[in-house]
């Protein structure tokens, strides 16, 4: 199995070759996506196969000639042109949409606008204008701001690129909780991408940081020290350091190394 990168839309599929077919990182196949026949780019072979859905991997049908390339490159320089020309008609019909992007397919006579709205839109007068322009069949698919974000691409809060632009598509549920876990700020602002939505990094490492944490006392757990009885404030697993405070303003800052759970009696101590 290989993993291949659409070019267009930048999603990741898991693919099988035909063994007549060798294949390298890097190189170009056409590959049959969700909106038709596609170019792809080779990322490499599928190391570890646990968690690929055999019902999901979809056949290369061949490697990319030179003429596929080369029609590639002439639908992207004509693809602006019909970008501008929906707009224009867009604006005509006073629809309430973002045109995000335009796109030829390689093998069929078949144009596919991508957009993003609010709410559902009645593009059927808009359909029949593009087709009445283009002569061929046009195809318009809403989608929604990450999505918008995948295609685009662009440079991060974190100065590289999106990360679902640029390393994967897998558009994984990314909650607050997220951020709690990680003791992160729960301002908006700076856990948001460009897209509005919460950083999709935030799910990287929440596996790591709710396992981890089960070694440590809970935040909001009581623990008594030398005869004052401590809140856990904050729980700290890259510091190895547990924040400790009482209802009077007190504070302790104590290394993990110096707490014990004591089994018999069910509860965390701390012996320095």
């Not at 957009?115 to 195809?139: G, H, Y």
Request: charged residues 30%.
């Amino acid at each position: 199995y290989y993993g291949i990168k659409i070019v267009h839309s930048s999603e990741t599929e898991v693919c099988a070759c035909p063994d007549n077919i060798p294949l390298k990182t890097g190189d170009m196949v056409i590959v049959p996506s969700r909106y038709g026949k596609d170019l792809g780019r080779v990322l490499g072979p599928v190391q570890c196969c646990l968690e690929i859905n055999e019902n999901e991997i979809i056949q290369v049908i061949r490697k990319a000639t030179d003429n596929d390339i080369a029609v590639y490159q002439g639908n992207t320089e004509k693809e602006q042109d019909a970008m501008d020309i929906c707009k224009e008609k867009i604006l005509l019909h006073k629809l309430d949409m973002k045109l995000v992007s335009a796109h030829y397919l390689l093998d069929e006579p078949k144009i596919l606008f991508f957009f993003t709205a609010d709410a559902r839109v009645d593009f059927r007068e808009l359909v029949k204008d593009l087709v009445s322009i283009f002569k061929m069949r046009i195809e318009l698919r809403q989608i929604g701001v990450r999505d918008e974000s995948r295609v685009l691409g662009g440079v991060a809060v974190c100065s590289r690129t999106y990360c679902c632009h640029g390393l994967t598509d897998k558009l994984r549920p990314v909650s607050i909780k997220m951020a709690k876990e990680q003791n992160l700020s729960l301002n908006s602002m700076k856990i948001s991408g460009p897209c509005g939505r919460l950083l999709c990094c935030l799910s990287y490492e929440y596996d790591f940081y709710h396992e981890e944490k089960k070694k440590y006392p809970q935040e909001g757990s009581r623990i008594v020290f030398e005869d004052t009885a401590y809140k856990v404030a904050e729980v700290n697993i890259l510091s190895k350091r547990i924040h400790l405070t009482t209802n009077d303003g007190r504070a302790q800052d104590i290394p993990f190394s110096c707490f014990h759970y004591n089994d018999a009696e069910g509860s965390w101590k701390i012996r320095i």
